[in-house]
């Protein structure tokens, strides 16, 4: 089968980003008074709209919180730019890519 294009997701789908993540997330909830998460609870809460994702974790926004979910998705970004690169590649991305 041939393909004119194909899209792929950059972290969790090529680069295993999950551990960095984590941090990431627990981070901002202990900044925030918030309590941290376990990997396991963040492969269940994990969704999109990210803001949903938020909520789940234990972030509350306005008009009944305080968190801020644009400065929340600001720190994110920010840090994670920095950090990504000590992420490795899944498992066979090379050789799968490979083939595409």
Sequence with gaps: MKYANIFFDW???LINDVDLC???LNQMLIENAH???SKDKYRQI???PIRDYYVKAGFSFPPNGHDSFDQLAQD???IYKIRYKECSL???VISSLSRL
């Design 35 to 37: 309590r941290p998460v």
């Design 22 to 24: 984590v941090e990431l």
């Design 46 to 48: 994990f969704t999109f």
């Design 76 to 78: 994110f970004s920010r």
């Design 90 to 92: 899944f498992l066979d």
């Design 11 to 13: 972290n969790g789908t």
